[in-house]
Each structure stands twice: as C-alpha cells, then as structure tokens.
C-alpha cells in the first residue's frame, strides 16, 4: 500500500461510555486481552492481527497517567492513531475495545463514510495498515475509568478505506 502523504488529515474520534458498568475481574485488561479484543473484531473483515508494542504501550499509559484526576476526554494529539474511552465503575480494556466496535453498524463499507452516527473508533479497529496497538488503562480520582488505545501505523485517512 502507498504510503499517506506527509500531511495527512486524521479523523480523531472520542468515546464516552455512559452508562454504568458492573465491576468484571481485572483479569480483562491485560496486554493480551487489549490485542483479543482487537484482533476478534479485525478477523470479522478479514483483516491481519495486530501484536502488542511496548513503546506504544508507554506512550498511552504516560498519557493516561497524565489524564487520572479528571479523565478528561481529550486526545494526546501524538503521531499514532488514537481510540479513546471513558466510563464509570470498573471498565475494561475488553469492553472499551467492544463498546468502540458497536460503532460498525454506523459505517457503510461501500460509501466509506459513517451513517447516522459516529464510526472513527470502529474503522481505527480494523484499520488495514495498523500493525501494532499499546493500551492503557487508569482508574481516575472522580472514580472514571480512562483507557486509551494508541495504533501504528495510524488509520483513518480521510477518503482512504480502513480495509
């Protein structure tokens, strides 16, 4: 695949889970568990697994670290592709990654554009070129759970489809 331009423009999506959710064994938020989630739903389109990186892995545990006061829902605006969540109670890495999957019913294939509603976090997902994820995830003092899933190569170029 060719290589984007050098400045390309990216849709940067945000996500606020708004509902409660039930506390789940933290056994859900692994390295592993983040690349499951992942990997599950990119299967569903046929596209190739993503592995675990370390350094974006770093990358969004600083950021998230810097977000545990208020996890206030803003994008590091970094060089890497970027899914955020946030929700209430103890959520997990596996239903952060399965609340932002919900959005592909919103996303026409055909058209490469979202219908009626958000996609970006879905199309970030199964993103073709993304080859490596790093996740993170805080429990915040206003009692918020912030994740953030970060992807190498980045996706969603406008007018480009995800696979």
């Known amino acids: 695949m060719a290589s984007p331009s050098p400045s390309p423009t990216i849709l940067y999506t945000i996500c ?8 789940l064994s933290m056994a859900q938020n692994s390295p ?7 990997n599950a ?10 592995s675990w990186d370390a350094t974006l892995a770093a990358y969004a545990q600083n950021y998230a670290n810097s ?3 208020t996890c206030e829902m803003v994008h590091s605006n970094g060089p890497y592709g970027e899914n955020l969540a946030e929700g209430y109670g103890e959520m997990t ?38 080859k490596r994820i790093g996740c993170a995830r ?4 206003n009692n918020w759970v912030f994740v953030i899933c970060n992807y190498d190569p980045p996706g969603n170029y406008i007018g480009q489809l995800p696979y």
Request: overall charge negative; charged content about 30%; hydrophobic content about 40%.
């Open 16 to 23: 606020l889970v708004g509902f409660l959710i039930a506390p």
């Open 32 to 38: 592993q568990d983040f690349v499951d989630t992942h």
């Open 41 to 50: 739903v990119r299967a569903e389109v046929g596209v190739w697994p993503v």
């Open 67 to 69: 977000k545990s006061e």
């Open 93 to 130: 890495a596996v239903e952060a990654v399965k609340f932002w999957a919900t959005e592909k019913k919103f996303y026409d294939h055909r058209a490469n554009r979202c219908v009626g509603d958000e996609c970006g976090h879905y199309t970030q997902i199964v993103w073709r070129d993304s």
């Open 138 to 141: 805080v429990k915040c003092e």
